[in-house]
């Protein structure tokens, strides 16, 4: 499964906590100086005007029968999607380090273990990475710390020799792929690389191994046949995140990352908690799920003509691929509910402009990062 379609630019870290980017518009006649502005604030007007483009274009929705096509075929309008474009639709995702972190070699990891000591609140409780690690204080509420800043040193948390039995597959935790990684990274919908490359060229950590998987066939085969795909530190594979019945080739408990770019807002909404639930179960106690998404009222969401709207704020595109608009509080549900712990939740309002035709392009993307808690009452 593919993400959207407009992506997001680079961001900074900034002294308190990471920002978007750093150019702000203070002076509306110099709108059309730059291509994109950050933190851009909306009026209430605009946001009424947002609000009543959405019930406008909601008021149509598609017939029952379509909207069964459109997720029993989903794979299909995905497949053709990247037969038409293969890799030249998206560019790859450099911006992701100064995103996040936790993806870059261990120097830069080290760097972001450095801010979160430096922001930690003396009224949040501790929690151990380790007997012998230091303690690590994340930002914002419901701290927890995560093994992967740690990564170097620390040996699978998974013991040898026990089996896991998922559906009808049984997992062995010493002949996984990647089984002898010490730090393992899974992009779930991750097209055609374009995250996944960027982390196996910047981040040569030798105990580094990468997961990746899409609902497309079409998408996997054009990752596996790209001159960068190396087997020995990346295993491509087809996976639809919403079938309860097929296992990931992983065992719990064993990744430190989670990615879903752009992803989840491509199923069905009532879909979604199962999904990031058998997600969770993945993640190490402190590992990390990162996601980047839509926002609700985002630009693509308010073109959107009377017809195309599924449900409220889903929609098919003209390709037959589908799209959701997120609030944070819906995120932090979906989240929180699956065992994990928020450490970041923003908005990312983005003004981007046309400068050519001399249009402005309002975006809205959601960015949250959510720990599991080492000491963790899900299963």
Known sequence: MAGSYPEGAPAVLADKRQQFGN???????????????????????QAAAAERKVQENSTQRVCREKQV????????????????????????RHWLFTEFPELAPSQNQNHLKDWFLENKRSEVPECRNN???????????????SKSLEHKTETPPVEENVTQKISDLEICADEFPGSSATYRILEVGCGVGNTVFPILQTNNDPGLFVYCC?????????????????????????????DEEKSYPVPKGSLDIIILIFVLSAIVPDKMQKAINRLSRLLKPGGMMLLRDYGRYDMAQLRFKKGQCLSGNFYVRGDGTRV??????????LFTTAGLEKVQNLVDRRLQVNRGKQLTMYRVWIQCKYCKPLLSSTS
């Open 324 to 333: 959701y608009f997120f609030t944070q509080e819906e995120l932090d549900t």
């Open 214 to 242: 899409d609902f497309s066939s079409t998408a996997i085969e054009l990752v596996q046949t790209n001159p960068e795909y190396d087997p020995s530190r990346c295993f491509a594979f087809v996976h639809d995140l919403c």
């Open 131 to 145: 007997e012998d690690g230091p303690s690590l204080i994340m930002e914002e509420q419901h701290k927890c710390s």
């Open 23 to 45: 150019r702000f518009l203070s002076d509306p006649a110099r709108v059309f100086h730059h291509n994109a502005w950050d933190n851009v604030e909306w009026s209430e007007e």
């Open 69 to 92: 096509d459109y997720e029993i075929n989903a794979h299909k309008y995905w497949n053709n999607f990247y037969k038409i474009h293969e890799n030249g639709f998206f560019k790859d």
